[in-house]
C-alpha cells in the first residue's frame, strides 16, 4: 500500500511480520509491533542430502515474473531434477516446458488430491525457490527453511529480512535473472538456513 494508507490508519495498531513495513507505519505514526514467526525446525538427524540437487518451484505468480522460465536460468544448470507445481494464483495459461537440452528431470503437477500428497512432492526437494516476488509472513520460504532445504528468493521483504545473501540462502533479482553455481554450496547454505529457524 502506498504510504497514504499507512497515513490514513495512524491511529490504528497493528502486528507486522516484516521490518519493512513495520518501519514505514511507525514513520507514519501508527503503533506498530514488529514480530518474528519461525515454525519447527525438523531435527538435525532428518535433514536433507546434496549429492544431487533436486528443486520444487510453485508457479504461483507467473504474472510476476516469478515463472518456470526465470527458475530455469537461475539454476537450470545446476539441478539433477525440477518439480514445478504449476498451479497460478491467476487466471491463465502458463505452460512449463523445458528447453529440449534441459539436462535434468522435469515432472509437473496441478492439484494434489490432499495435503499429504503435496507434502511428499515437496519433501523429495532439497531446493526450494520462493514462489513469489515478496511476501507478508513468507511461511513456505520458512517451512522450507526448517526442513533444511536451501532457498532461493527474490531480494524483498519478507524474504530478504530472512534471507541473507549466500550465508544461510540466495537472494537473487528477478528483472536480472542470472545463472547461479550452488552445488559447491547447496549444503552449507541450507544447514545455516535451518539454522537460522532453530
Not at 166 to 177: A, C, H, S, T
Request: with cysteine.
Amino acid at each position: 500500500m502506498p504510504d497514504l494508507h499507512w497515513l490514513f490508519g495512524h491511529k490504528g495498531r497493528f502486528i507486522n511480520f516484516s521490518l519493512a513495513l513495520n518501519e514505514r507505519i511507525r514513520m507514519a505514526g501508527g503503533e506498530t509491533m514488529l514480530v518474528r514467526y519461525f515454525p519447527e525446525p525438523v531435527e538435525e538427524a532428518k535433514l536433507p542430502q546434496f549429492h544431487e540437487l533436486n528443486a520444487f518451484f510453485w508457479q504461483r505468480r507467473p504474472n510476476h515474473g516469478m515463472d518456470f522460465g526465470l527458475v530455469d536460468t537461475l539454476v537450470g544448470g545446476e539441478l539433477t531434477s525440477l518439480h514445478v507445481h504449476n498451479v497460478a494464483d491467476v487466471p491463465g495459461n502458463f505452460a512449463a516446458r523445458p528447453r529440449p537440452d534441459a539436462l535434468y528431470r522435469f515432472s509437473h503437477s496441478t492439484w494434489f488430491r490432499d495435503k499429504a500428497e503435496f507434502s511428499g512432492c515437496l519433501g523429495r526437494a532439497n531446493v526450494f525457490i520462493a514462489p513469489r516476488v515478496a511476501e507478508g509472513i513468507g511461511m513456505a520460504l520458512l517451512e522450507a527453511m526448517a526442513q533444511g532445504k536451501l532457498v532461493l528468493a527474490h531480494g524483498a521483504p519478507t524474504n530478504s529480512e530472512y534471507v541473507s545473501n549466500w550465508v544461510n540462502g540466495i537472494l537473487f533479482n528477478k528483472d536480472r535473472p542470472e545463472p547461479v553455481s550452488i552445488r559447491g554450496s547447496a549444503a552449507q547454505l541450507a544447514k545455516m538456513g535451518w539454522r537460522t529457524v532453530v
